[in-house]
């Protein structure tokens, strides 16, 4: 309704209680007020994912599905028309347009101990980070991230330390100043990894800023050098968001992988203008996160455990290519009882399986990088 406030709430938090102009988040969703009416815009991620769900849906499930979709489709059918400069450019244009890629593949022909598939879990510990990056202040919605610190990653915790599973957690620098407890928590089993995952959850593409997305970068890596007592050698981009000058700094100083691409299903070597940058990608997906569907507020699907389907459907193909399976989590999103309870549920698939590798992302770079890379693997591109 023209004139009402309206709220949204995405991976990264929430847009807040105010009349939003225009707000995009790297999950789901957007809003739009064209012309003085309020549209929602969802994105094409969000859409093939829920096309993905339905596949595996009930009837009676599909039933309240098929109900959104409507609000879903007439807004792709009203978005006003964009520019498309690409029309305009030649081939060679485009290519040049074109600066990070996929290069080598690096699969290698078995993982550790013979296992089958290498799995891969992580978890971005947002909490209220990217609110207070973008100064929505609003308490509701602060405490809505601050829950990640709170309940959500004890629980994430209690329930790998129940499996002995090691996992990856992406933590942008101020959420551990925030809560400092978190990362002690981590390294206590000496299981896990810290990796970075920007100052303050930053947009890059936004802050479209080449020395000021340095002086953050290096500020986090600092910071969280500091509070793990190592320096991390993992990055993830937050919001899996690349600015122009992002891959040439996360090159620059010294990652050993970057886990923000989604060039492939193996990990790869990232290439920028044609060279390779000696990072290993580990890629991820939408499809492989819960934020575009869990982390709405009371969530868009009738059941988390559709979700888990689809992560499962994930794994068992993943199994059956001798593959890797990377899934991306939030405490704030996944620490809540029943996203725990589904996520058990799906840890005890993966483990009634032989052969199953359960690492941290540095593990598998590490892995990879030393027998990933044979001369005769296949190349993604
Ligand atoms: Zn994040």
Redesign the pocket.
Known sequence: MPGMPIATEC??GTAGSRRIKRRACHSCLSIRRPRGRYEWRVRYTTVLFCRDIMGLMQRPCLTVLAGLMPLVYPAFAQQPQLAQPGTKLSVDQLKAQIRVTAGRRLRPQSWPNGARVAVALSF?V?NMSAPLARGDLSPGVLSRGEYGAVDGLPRVLRLLDKHQIPASFFIPAVSDVLHPQMIRDILTSKRHEVGV?GWI?ENLPSLNNEAEEQRLLLQAIAHLTKAVGKRPVGYRA??WAFSPYTMGQVAKAGFLYDSSLMSSDDAYEVMLDGKSTGVIELPIEWILDDSPVLNLPGGVLPSPELVNQTFQSEFDMAYDEGGLFILTMHPHVTGHRSRIAGLEKLILHMRSRPGVWFATHEQVARYVKEKGGRSDAARVK
């Open positions: 991976c990264i971005d947002d995952h959850h937050p919001s």
